[in-house]
């Protein structure tokens, strides 16, 4: 009985101790953010501020510069989602659709094709920029929202197809046999039956994308134009931006504003998160 009491309060310490280390830098970006430039430097970095002043998180939202531009980082915020909605979207439907036929329709050379598709989760996205830039060339659509949203759906197609081809892959075969001997097609099975059964990866899908693109610096670095950049590059921009006094706060404040809406994906969906890849999503 001692012995187990022990083992607990060491894996509680142990746990404890993680999370003090995951959670002091969010702790010290938030209690910075709400100190003055005075407070900053006559304190020290674990220091409570003194009053939540929360200037510095009206100067990062709409009056900071990042280069030239002194909107702070409200331009570059909705430019993220005007980017991360579609394409969560349109990647999370493509991918389903991928997975359902490679898995509950399969056909000669299935198993090559979605081989093939792999080589997509481990490739580095490097070697695609060059490549890519030159069809959003041809296409029309560089160095704008809409071409960033394409990037974005095909960068995820590989991720999204796995996700849903592994938790097809458990649904029995007997229940589309079924729905075909009795008259339904591809798309009525694929609606009435597969989609109602998808939820939990469905929600891993989109959490998983959301993250993922809202995330992204190399491709909003390498495609995006002057009125098309997203959060992270502003932040980046803002971050590096020169002047005669270095203003942490509004860093900081720039900072949680940029990684917000994950912070909140994540408290308010992430048990649907866990339950998404407990029911599937890494089986195969």
């Not at 009206?58 to 702070?72: I, V």
């Not at 490679?102 to 490739?123: A, C, D, N, Y």
Request: glycine share 8%.
């Amino acid at each position: 009985m001692i012995a187990k009491n022990l083992s607990r309060v060491l894996i509680y310490g142990v746990l404890l101790l993680a999370a003090f280390f995951f959670l002091a830098p969010m702790y010290v970006m938030l209690a910075t953010s709400f100190k003055d430039a005075e407070e900053i430097r006559s304190g020290n970095l674990l220091s409570l501020p003194h009053a939540l002043n929360f200037e510095a998180w009206q100067l990062a939202w709409s009056t900071a510069c990042t280069g030239t531009d002194c909107r702070g980082l409200q331009p570059f915020f909705w430019n993220s989602v005007l980017i991360v909605f579609p394409a969560v979207i349109i990647s999370t439907l493509w991918g389903a659709i991928n997975g359902y036929v490679l898995s509950l329709w399969k056909f000669k050379g299935s198993e090559v094709l979605f081989g093939f598709m792999l080589f997509g989760v481990f490739m580095p996205f490097q070697v695609v920029l060059l490549p890519m830039s030159q069809i959003l060339g041809w296409l029309g659509i560089s160095s704008s929202v809409y071409g960033l949203i394409f990037v974005h759906c095909l960068a995820g197609l590989a991720g999204t197809t796995l996700f849903f081809r592994n938790y097809y892959a458990a649904i029995p075969k007997e229940l589309v046999n079924a729905a075909r001997i009795d008259g339904a097609g591809f798309w009525r099975i694929f609606i009435r039956i597969i989609v109602p059964l998808s939820t939990p990866i469905v929600m891993v899908t989109l959490i998983w994308q959301f993250t993922n693109i809202w995330n992204d610096f190399l491709f909003g670095v390498a495609f995006s134009g002057a009125d098309s950049k997203p959060i992270t590059v502003g932040l980046n921009n803002m971050v590096n931006t020169t002047s005669s006094v270095k203003n942490y706060n509004v860093d900081m404040a720039a900072a949680v504003i940029a990684g917000l809406p994950t912070i909140l994906i994540y408290v308010l969906a992430g048990k649907f998160f866990v339950k998404g890849l407990t029911a599937g999503a890494v089986k195969g």
